[in-house]
């Protein structure tokens, strides 16, 4: 099976833009979870998303939404970008129902978003 | 909401020694708790995870533990070898939803050296 994908591996945007990144999820797999990683927060949850809805949300501000499509891709924006939205953004996903398998979280390679 | 606290931040150990990390989680519902290995400029890669209706699970040199009344569980890695330096993180699936999220600890730098 391929791996989670995402697009673009790397961004420079300006302060004030807008951005999309996309995620692909593992075959099969319903469930997408978006990650922030920066040097000094670590690793913070944004939101998941299971079967087109938003089941979770993190601790971020409204400049962050996403969405998920009818084949379990999705995408993540950030509006009005400020310099401290430079991080790593990695999606995440899993099978996302009950069963023996479904935590299992797999993260793709993510996208470098620097803001300037 | 969950918390996930681990330590060290930084291990380093000798080639062939054991390393071991400690996390520990503030919500007693949490029910499953994964660890992530990163190497530098990869994506983290779940290398064993255990839920909490288990106290240990092994993967060749690889073990976790969980205590759920201390609220604290760990990765021990034997044998370490040079191609286990890398950023380890633990996490603990928060309660919310059918499935809830995962918490990350601040993650730890292990250090093999030859």
């Known amino acids: 099976k391929a791996g989670v994908t995402q697009t673009p591996r790397y961004l420079i945007k300006t302060r004030g833009q807008q951005v999309t990144l996309s995620c692909s999820p593992i075959?099969?797999?319903?469930?997408v979870s978006w990650y922030q990683q920066t040097p000094g927060q670590g690793l913070q949850f944004l939101f998941e998303?299971?079967?087109?809805?938003?089941?979770n949300k993190g601790n971020f501000p409204g400049r962050f939404s996403g969405r998920q499509f009818s084949n379990s891709r999705s995408e993540m924006n950030v509006s009005t970008l400020e310099l401290g939205d430079s991080a790593l953004y990695l999606c995440?996903?899993?099978?996302?129902?009950?069963?023996?398998?479904?935590?299992?979280?797999?993260f793709g390679p993510g996208t470098r978003l620097t803001v300037t | 909401g969950e918390n996930v606290e681990q330590h060290p931040s930084t291990l380093s150990v000798q080639e062939g020694d054991s390393a071991v990390i400690k996390c520990t989680y503030s919500d007693s519902a949490s029910n499953y708790f994964p660890w992530y290995k990163q190497e530098l400029g990869k994506r983290p890669q779940l290398i064993i995870d255990?839920?909490?209706?288990?106290g240990e699970k092994k993967d060749q040199r690889i073990a976790v533990t969980l205590n759920k009344t201390a609220k604290h569980f760990s990765l021990h890695i034997t044998e370490t070898q040079p191609e286990d330096s890398a950023v380890y993180f633990c996490a603990a699936k928060g309660y919310g939803g059918s499935q809830g999220n995962l918490i990350f600890g601040k993650g730890t730098k292990l250090s093999v050296k030859p």
């Open positions: 075959s099969g797999h319903r469930s």
């Open positions: 255990i839920r909490s209706n288990v």
């Open positions: 995440a996903s899993s099978w996302g129902t009950s069963g023996e398998y479904s935590y299992e979280q797999y």
């Open positions: 998303y299971f079967s087109e809805t938003q089941r």
